[in-house]
């Protein structure tokens, strides 16, 4: 690589330099938990619940004609909307894989999560490489998530398109926080809350949601301290002697497939479930 002289040389552009020149991916190995298994497999959707308390999130199709009406509306009235195919234009959907993230991301070292779910206790975090990342033998139980990802490896963010919602519906359109989420089938992100508007998109592989409405947060448990944003209930295994008042709740489903969008309303209470490996970015707005 030669000498580098760093006052020259921003900190971005020096960590650039040295991945270029790091050696290849050609001998790498991707952990068969990252290989999308045969179509003919049917991966198991959300479980249902006993007492039949779930409805379909609401869709639409990108391709409808008054599908950003649709969007609008639901960002006024603040419920949950599915569009289908929204972000099938966008450069990543076509582009993103496994193989094609380890190529941009090899020896580049990011924050992971080890464990089911972060509200376990033996849930924890660790710092690895995504090679690391991809081949870990234990990698069932990892999980790149919520990393601002496009803050370390900016040109990545050339193949994403920021969803017109988060500027024309938004009373801060110039903050919008854009989060990776790099995982193989089977992560959980336990029932929550966000402060703020989420428009998410699934770039690769399938996702299912659970949803509950912010007047329903009673009957979800909240955990106390730290983690009141957090539902002690397993949404889809619910324990109904200790968690009774969620029997009387009604729930939201949706499965999101690669290309579609999910907009999650601030304080709606959201469980994801990954079906088949999966990347998806979220796009925090207010
Ligand atoms: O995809 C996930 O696992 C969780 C996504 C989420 O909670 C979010 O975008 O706020």
Same mark, same amino acid.
């Given at each position: 690589m030669g000498r580098i002289d760093e006052k020259d040389v921003p900190l971005r552009q020096l960590a650039w330099l040295i991945h270029e020149n790091l050696p290849g991916t050609s001998?790498?190995?991707?952990?068969?938990?990252?290989?999308?298994?045969?179509?003919?497999?049917?991966?198991?959707?959300?479980?249902?619940?006993? #007492?039949? *308390?779930?409805?379909?999130? %609401?869709?639409?199709?990108?391709?409808?004609?008054?599908?950003?009406?649709?969007?609008?509306?639901?960002?006024? =009235?603040?419920? @949950?909307?599915?569009?289908?195919?929204?972000?099938?234009?966008?450069?990543?959907? %076509?582009?993103?894989?496994?193989?094609?993230?380890? %190529?941009?991301?090899?020896?580049?070292?990011?924050?992971?999560?080890?464990?089911?779910?972060?509200?376990?206790? %033996?849930?924890? #975090?660790?710092?690895?490489?995504?090679?690391?990342?991809?081949?870990?033998?234990?990698? #069932?139980?990892?999980?790149?998530? *919520?990393?601002?990802?496009?803050? *370390?490896?900016?040109?990545?963010?050339?193949?994403?398109?920021?969803?017109?919602?988060?500027? =024309?519906?938004?009373?801060?359109?110039?903050?919008?926080?854009?989060?990776?989420?790099?995982? @193989?089938?089977?992560?959980?992100?336990?029932?929550?809350?966000?402060?703020?508007?989420?428009?998410?998109v699934q770039m690769h592989g399938t996702k299912v949601f659970r949803m509950v409405a912010p007047e329903d947060s009673e009957a979800v448990y909240p955990f106390d301290g730290m983690l009141s944003n957090t539902s002690q209930v397993d949404v889809e295994?619910?324990?109904?002697?200790?968690?009774?008042?969620?029997?009387?709740?009604?729930?939201?489903?949706?499965?999101?497939?690669?290309?579609?969008?999910?907009?999650?309303?601030?304080?709606?209470?959201?469980?994801?479930?990954?079906?088949?490996?999966?990347?998806?970015?979220?796009?925090?707005?207010?």
């Open positions: 001998n790498d190995v991707i952990h068969p938990a990252f290989c999308a298994s045969s179509d003919l497999e049917v991966k198991p959707g959300l479980r249902d619940l006993s #007492q039949s *308390q779930s409805v379909p999130i %609401e869709e639409c199709n990108d391709t409808d004609e008054d599908s950003f009406e649709k969007l609008c509306a639901a960002v006024h =009235s603040a419920e @949950p909307l599915l569009v289908r195919g929204l972000a099938t234009n966008m450069p990543a959907f %076509e582009k993103w894989s496994f193989p094609y993230l380890l %190529e941009e991301l090899h020896s580049r070292t990011f924050p992971v999560e080890i464990g089911t779910k972060y509200s376990d206790e %033996e849930w924890s #975090q660790k710092m690895m490489t995504f090679k690391d990342f991809l081949e870990n033998a234990e990698n #069932q139980r990892l999980y790149l998530a *919520q990393h601002r990802l496009f803050d *370390q490896v900016p040109h990545l963010k050339r193949d994403v398109i920021i969803p017109d919602i988060c500027f =024309s519906e938004s009373i801060n359109p110039d903050v919008v926080d854009m989060n990776m989420w790099i995982g @193989p089938e089977g992560t959980v992100s336990p029932l929550h809350t966000d402060p703020r508007k989420n428009m998410f295994h619910p324990d109904l002697t200790a968690h009774p008042d969620f029997a009387e709740i009604r729930v939201f489903d949706a499965t999101v497939n690669a290309g579609d969008a999910l907009f999650i309303p601030k304080t709606w209470w959201h469980y994801v479930r990954s079906v088949t490996p999966s990347i998806s970015v979220s796009f925090w707005f207010d």
